[in-house]
T-cell receptor
Framework: SQQGEEDPQALSIQEGENATMNCSYK?????LQWYRQNSGRGLVHLIL?????REKHSGRLRVTLDTSKKSSSLLITASRAADTASYFC??????????FGPGTRLSVLP | SAVISQKPSRDICQRGTSLTIQCQVD?????MFWYRQQPGQSLTLIAT?????????ESGFVIDKFPISRPNLTFSTLTVSNMSPEDSSIYLC????????????FGPGTRLLVL
C-alpha cells in the first residue's frame, strides 16, 4: 500500500534551474530514502535520511525531513538534462516494510 | 553496494502461461524483495523472499499466483502464474546489501507483456 503522496506528480524545468519534489507519509518511520528511475529501468538509491536528522546533502541533492509533518523534500540544484527521470521516496523501519510513494516525473529541458 | 542481474530482461507471453524470473546477486545478502511496477505507476512490494523458507507476501498477493523460491543467499526466482494482460508490468528484484543497513539495491527489472 502507498504511504502517501508525492507532489508534484510531474515537473518540467529548464536546465540550470532548481527542482523541488515533496513526499508525505502516514506512519512512523526510522528512515526515508529517495530513489531515481530512468525510463522504466531499475531504481538507483540517491540518499537516505534518518528520522533523527532534519537535513542531508549529497552533491547537488539536498533532502529535508520533518517528522512532525510526516513529510520530506528533495531539492536538486543546478539541474541538468541527465537529471530527467522519475523520483520516488520510500519509507522503511529498520530495513523492512518498504513503502514507495507514487513518484514525481522530472523533465529537464536543455 | 550489490550488483544484481535479472533474467529475462523482457518477455512477451500468452495469457494462461507462466513465466519465471531469476534474480542473481554478486554477494550474499540478508533481504531480497520482489516488486511490481505497473505502467506509469510506483512500485508495489509483492513479497520478501526468505532463504530456506516460504516467502512473506504482502496483502493482495498470494503464493499460488506468485510462487517465490530462494534456495541460497544470492539467488531468487519469482514465477508469475496463469498470466493475464493485467500482469503486464515491470518486475523488480531488490536487496538490502548489508545487515543493519537499509539501502535497497535494485536489479534492472523484467519488462513483461501479456497478450
Amino acid at each position: 500500500s502507498q504511504q502517501g503522496e508525492e507532489d508534484p506528480q510531474a515537473l518540467s524545468i529548464q536546465e540550470g534551474e532548481n527542482a523541488t519534489m515533496n513526499c508525505s507519509y502516514k506512519t512512523s518511520i526510522n528512515n526515508l530514502q529517495w530513489y531515481r528511475q530512468n525510463s522504466g529501468r531499475g531504481l538507483v538509491h540517491l540518499i537516505l535520511i534518518r528520522s533523527n536528522e532534519r537535513e542531508k546533502h549529497s552533491g547537488r541533492l539536498r533532502v529535508t525531513l520533518d517528522t512532525s509533518k510526516k513529510s520530506s523534500s528533495l531539492l536538486i540544484t543546478a539541474s541538468r538534462a541527465a537529471d530527467t527521470a522519475s523520483y520516488f521516496c520510500a519509507t522503511s523501519n529498520y530495513g523492512q516494510n518498504f513503502v514507495f510513494g507514487p513518484g514525481t516525473r522530472l523533465s529537464v529541458l536543455p | 553496494s550489490a550488483v544484481i542481474s535479472q533474467k529475462p530482461s523482457r518477455d512477451i507471453c500468452q495469457r494462461g502461461t507462466s513465466l519465471t524470473i531469476q534474480c542473481q546477486v554478486d554477494s550474499q545478502v540478508t533481504m531480497m524483495f520482489w516488486y511490481r511496477q505497473q505502467p506509469g505507476q510506483s512500485l508495489t512490494l509483492i513479497a520478501t523472499a526468505n532463504q530456506g523458507s516460504e516467502a512473506t507476501y504482502e496483502s493482495g498477493f498470494v503464493i499460488d499466483k506468485f510462487p517465490i523460491s530462494r534456495p541460497n543467499l544470492t539467488f531468487s526466482t519469482l514465477t508469475v502464474s496463469n498470466m493475464s494482460p493485467e500482469d503486464s508490468s515491470i518486475y523488480l528484484c531488490s536487496v538490502v546489501g548489508l545487515p543493519g543497513t537499509e539501502t535497497q539495491y535494485f536489479g534492472p527489472g523484467t519488462r513483461l507483456l501479456v497478450l
